[in-house]
């Protein structure tokens, strides 16, 4: 009996896509919006929500998900921003590769 390989390589092309993209959305859904309050309240200062003027990360993230619900473009490019720059940097990565021997996706 053949033991089939464990880990990243072990898993379908697909379950591998599937999980390299639930890792970039959820960088663009909680990691960007919490490093740009970060950024934000250095630089700007404290983060208001209405009337309280010491709001936190988490009044950002809801004004944040609430923006997404409402469809505001500004939110959703923040979303998926790093999906979209890893499957770029992928894109192109694979176009330089495909000018070699190996004319494979680069893993």
């Known amino acids: 009996m053949v033991e089939e390989p464990r880990g990243w390589r072990g898993l379908s092309r697909l379950q591998r896509e599937l999980i390299i993209f639930a890792a ?7 990691l960007i919006p919490l490093l740009i ?7 700007l200062g404290g983060y208001t929500h209405g ?12 004004d944040f998900f ?7 473009s500004v939110f959703w490019v923040v979303a998926l921003g790093p999906a979209l720059i890893v499957t770029l ?6 176009l330089l590769r495909s000018g ?3 004319d494979q996706w680069p893993y």
């Open 51 to 62: 009337t309280n003027q010491h709001a936190g990360p988490a009044a950002l993230l809801g």
């Open 89 to 94: 940097a992928r894109a192109f990565v694979y």
């Open 66 to 72: 609430t923006g997404l619900a409402h469809g505001s």
């Open 24 to 30: 970039e959305l959820l960088c663009g859904l909680v």
């Open 37 to 43: 309050w970060v950024a934000g309240n250095r630089v």
């Open 100 to 102: 070699s021997s190996r």
